[in-house]
T-cell receptor, first 110, second 117 residues
Framework: QQPVQSPQAVILREGEDAVINCSSS?????VHWYRQKHGEAPVFLMI?????EQKGHEKISASFNEKKQQSSLYLTASQLSYSGTYFC???????????FGTGTRLQVFP | ETGVTQTPRHLVMGMTNKKSLKCEQH?????MYWYKQSAKKPLELMFV???????ENNSVPSRFSPECPNSSHLFLHLHTLQPEDSALYLC????????????????FGEGSRLTVL
């Protein structure tokens, strides 16, 4: 039932790009993305509410394909501050259940 | 500071103890959540309270008992836990909108690190 994220881990140099994917076996109402740094609570990045919606947050953007029950997070020109574990959260249709994905650990080096 | 406060931040307990975790939010949110985060597992949803009513317990063992006395407070009562219950327990809150179920951004507390001996 837990959404599956890929890849599990990413290592980048500053300035490089990355894509994190998330897919669910359940029908979805919306997708959330969060970033968690070591020893800290997850922090909200963005919500996508409609199939096909794309949103941006500085150099981080995301898309949501409702029909495929998939979402992707795009990180461009990565910065050291982007390091952390990224989680997608998928809101199952007709429920209040926000189920988090398996997580993707991102490390950005100078 | 997210507006969600959890206490205690750290807790060590024996398998026969009874303890409680507390979560408090003053953001005007109407939904509260307990998540468990273990070292080798992602965030696992334990309980959801929507408008102070429990809507999901996600097959959590009965040694975990949630309580939501009002929209600002959430407790997790712990009783006869097992060592594998050692984890970070995160509380979160959000604002649910009307109509088709829609949960806004989750605000997380900093968590309660639980160690069961």
């Amino acid at each position: 039932q837990q959404p599956v994220q890929s890849p599990q881990a990413v290592i980048l140099r500053e300035g490089e790009d990355a894509v994190i994917n998330c897919s669910s076996s359940k029908a979805l109402y919306s997708v959330h993305w969060y970033r968690q740094k070591h020893g800290e609570a997850p922090v909200f990045l963005m919500i996508l509410l409609k199939g096909g919606e794309q949103k941006g947050h500085e150099k981080i953007s995301a898309s949501f394909n409702e029909k495929k029950q998939q979402s992707s997070l795009y990180l461009t020109a990565s910065q050291l501050s982007y390091s952390g574990t990224y989680f997608c959260g998928m809101l199952i249709k007709n429920t209040d259940k926000l189920i988090f994905g398996t997580g993707t650990r991102l490390q950005v080096f100078p | 500071e997210t507006g969600v406060t959890q206490t205690p931040r750290h807790l060590v307990m024996g398998m026969t103890n009874k303890k409680s975790l507390k979560c408090e939010q003053h953001l005007g949110h109407n939904a509260m959540y307990w998540y468990k985060q273990s070292a080798k597992k992602p965030l696992e949803l334990m309980f959801v309270y929507s408008l102070e009513e429990r809507v999901e317990n996600n097959s959590v063992p009965s040694r975990f008992s949630p309580e939501c006395p009002n929209s600002s407070h959430l407790f997790l009562h712990l009783h006869t836990l097992q060592p594998e219950d050692s984890a970070l327990y995160l509380c979160a809150s959000s604002l649910l909108t009307s109509g088709e179920s829609s949960t806004g951004e989750l605000f997380f507390g900093e968590g309660s690190r639980l160690t069961v001996l």
